[in-house]
């Protein structure tokens, strides 16, 4: 298998295959980052600035405090989940992230076939270095298409086509990353994808090689004239990723959106962004039920998800942890992670005492303060 | 004296028999730690997930400021209260914890000679070393026995009975850990009583070792029908372990339990859960008087044991600093832990103004912010 | 000069007699630690309990932030202050503290001379190292006399009637150190006064030596009535020291209290006692000018005492500094300490905009939260 | 060029002119560290008393969060503001601080050329080593004159007239530094500027050397009488620098000001002040838009300039980091920081969704606690 990076041919993202005994999903960076090129794990892990938000996203959980509700008979809880026409055995998914090629040599392929065998929805991300047809067949079951939307409509609209055609059941427009935020680490390690294939799964347009991951392809202005585009141009449903805003997911909601995907870009896009689940009360309060709540941005244990959706999430997704659970084991990488994060979000929902997904709600929560 | 680990000769207590002079019940965790094999030791100090709840037991009092009241004429507090039909001469009890043998070579014998000596009530666990009779015979005074809840009916049956049977006043109920969380620690040391004999003083069944630990043999989908099954097949009281929640509190009640015992388990049980002196003051509030209040996670000192009773606690239970002083001094190491809390905790009642048990009220205090 | 503690000749206090360069009073603390004996330095630093009181006697003040008001034309504040009709040069006083013997061979004299020379009123402890006349001679301006009620009321009156005579003009109860808290430092250092002569100043009885820092002497039920005999038996205004509770202090004024003092003695009394600037506005609101309220506790810098006085105080005392300066110092150190905090204050005084004592109020102060 | 410092001339400030390559402002801090003399970076970097207020300066930024506004179809924000009569293309300028040269061989001249070549305002010193008219004949754009208002009332009117007839356009009087906050490590490094030529730019009065640093010439009781001074004797608006309270922003608008400038000189002034963004809001709504307001203190970001804006600052000033890139790059340097903060300022108003500076409000943050 040839590296992601062909003008690179140093970058050796990982390469085996197993199973991974996970005790929690935090020690998995410090082994990730044992085995990959620094300047690759430093691309994954880092955030934009000085990394507050980042941060912020794993502190705010541990201010939320579950009270649970013992003796309620409980036991096989029921995890299903039906969203945008998705029937989900569990409301945790992979999120849209770029260039799998850095975490391990099987790439998209294996990030999906991993997802697929524990049977979460993936994002397919438009700066991914297989295109979204490979990662599609490499993925039968539920999956969605994030989108850069780019500054050529023609090609904004041969994506649209391609994802329709490829089964991609929703397109995610990623919202928070027009313009892309000082990530220091990446400046520090002169880290770099100009002249390499980084990311250009999907971009393989005629007259030279284009660099997805500085986003040089895709369209700055962007506003609900756009979105407006998609609709007109495909028949799935539209999701909003990045909206941190009550004001905004009403905005959201408004011009067509299909579901509001609560994120702050695991900490990598506004410097000075609160936490996700921070500003997710206010949010679902605004949304009312009228349509689905996605969060991701600090989950890490079964505990986060059941958070996540006490306070009015439909699914979460977990990010880096796949990516480092790829570089350490492929496919059975990804796979142990969700399966980890399943198995430890239904003990979750035994000890608070709910077999019902739809039961979860701030009546188990502590009062929230600040 | 045979190891309380009959397949694993190796393991070895604590065998000195002494007194401890006691300066903090904080500082018998180190001791213990130099004397106890790491696996045992980690069992015991350990808690869930990422200890949040275990440290945050012991933050949460440090909010709670006491404002005394001098000069009120205070000589010598009287420390008795009744509790269930007990006269105590204290309110601080040891609360069930398993297989003592970890700590010490005269096991739960240990402990309960101890508590005898020092007045303190005690709560025998289901799954102990010893057997509930072996332990009653070394505490003739003030004893409760804790049952986890068996899938077996008859046995369920059979250790209610000889709990009745054997002196025990009192069936705790323990409703948050019928599921195990994951202790971190344990997964790491590879801590496992997996064919050992490891507490398996009341599960003496035909067929073969049963692990306790592991909680194999207790009952999944736990349910209020179950304490209706208990109150049937039992005469003594009942009083529901774990409750962290009001709207539980008040459901507990209304199904017959006869005291409240607000705990978390020491932090080991959920992840996420708050620290029980956090929630105290909302639960207090709902129950109103109506059956007494047990709480434990994270009483260190007299002044915790203060801020309890002044939130609402009608008494409270000791646990981990009582298996430390068990492997440092025996029995006469937890005489000293006892009298140690019911020295400092008169002497915090000198000092705060009050020698009426009942006088200790929110009056006592700061007002209480988040 | 001979040591003050007669059995144990090898103690060994400073000697020297020197102004100090002050850079700000917590690096005094180190400076101490290098030349006093270990158990002396850890009797005179530590606090009760974790010391959780005494730092956040420190961390208290900085949640209080001073709104100035600039232009407002001061040149030279007015620091005078007239309390229980003694006209003091500044709002700065010593407080009693026992035994500077173990700071300085000057013992109490050095500190009475320099806080003479600096023109602060100095309260003079029961249990000094030198008789109340010695030090009375040695400070013939304003000082108070601390009283530790002896459980022998003849010796009471005679402590009442011989301060009286002695010059000082105000009798200071203290009520919170009845008994005494349990000092971990102490305790490891095996910290002793048994048998030795320290504090034994104003505790001469027949009969052989009396070990005053245990106050084995003093009264333990100490009541309301006691306050009563005070006043019978002397005619000096009565202080009543370490109110930290808006109810006590209602209850001091309606006893007859001349004033409050509040404090949680360093935080060497209660352990679980807030700090005593955290509970100072409650208490000013309650005493509401009925009265003179005297604060210490984390008294270090011009801005706290700008801090106390804007909450309520009328005066405020500032203790382990002097003794370290004491020790490093003599009386030129004592008094190099009271002369740096009058002008640091004034110097609050002057950048707040303010040159009327009067006028602090919590209109500098920006509102106050938790 | 000679040392700013004529009598020690072992003083040598950075030499070198160059664009600096910025990841973020706070490393410059330990760049300068490295190539300047001790006391002279010690003097530049430091706080008064505790430095509490410093480090608050940049910690209360963190506490606000941005909520964004995504798909607002921003592209190009537009950054000019109109102040005081000046059209400045960003909102963003150059604070007072004084002698440069402590930083730079080209002191304030380099100052100047960096700030007019990134089309910053600047705002001269009186303590500057260069005259008022040389750092003008260097800054042909936008610059105020900062003013310690002399007890000279000749020289004061010399002063205001020099600056007025040499193209300032707005007195800046600084009303927090009339009396010099202790600076510990100053009095640690005896940093001293006694018989130097240090900041005697615009001091040379007959007679001999005047060390303006610790403002020997300036008057102490000021108030607003004087303020009425230059008013009378300057035909330029007056800005009063230094306010923290909403009661001294009351005053100083009914006293003529055309802005408030809120600062707490850095952390420099006022032991126990508030940071400045944290007094901001309470300020802003007292000023309610009827002049504009200035705001310093822990700017870093773009984002904090963001923050600054939406809670009511008109513009903002960077202080510290430009003597730093001073030191580092000379003028490029200087402009190199300037022209970093804009850059990061425009990319947080494209990502938070406005390209009007008028339309960032409160709107655009989450809700303020504390």
Known sequence: MSSPISDAPAYQGGTAVQKLAIVNLHELEAEAKRILPPAGFGYIASGSGDEWTMRENLA?????????????????????VTVLGSNLPMPIIVPPMGSHGLAHVSMEEGTAKGAEAAGALM?????????LERIAAAKPGAKWFQLYF???LGFARELLQR?????????????DTVWASPR?????????????????????LAGGPVDTRDLRFAKKALSWGDVDFIHKNCRLPVIIKGILSPRNAQTAIERGAAAIYVSNHGGRALIGAPASIAVLPRIAETVDGRVP?????GVRRGADVFRALALGATIVAVGRPVLYALALGGWMGVQSVLDYLRDDFALTMKIAGT?????????FLSPLYS
Request: charged share 20%; no cysteine.
């Open 150 to 152: 780019p500054s050529d």
């Open 123 to 131: 994002v397919a991300a438009t700066p991914a270095n297989l295109s």
């Open 60 to 80: 705010a959980f541990q201010r939320i405090t579950i009270e649970p509700q013992y003796l309620s008979g409980v036991s096989d809880p029921d995890l299903r």
């Open 163 to 175: 994802s329709e055609a490829a089964g991609y059941t929703a397109i995610v427009l990623t919202a």
């Open 293 to 297: 709540i996605i969060l991701d941005g």
């Open 184 to 204: 220091e680490t990446n400046l520090r390690n002169k880290f770099t994808t100009a002249g390499s294939g980084l990311g250009r799964g999907n971009v393989p």
């Open 355 to 363: 077999q019902d997904l739809r039961a979860i709600s701030r009546d």
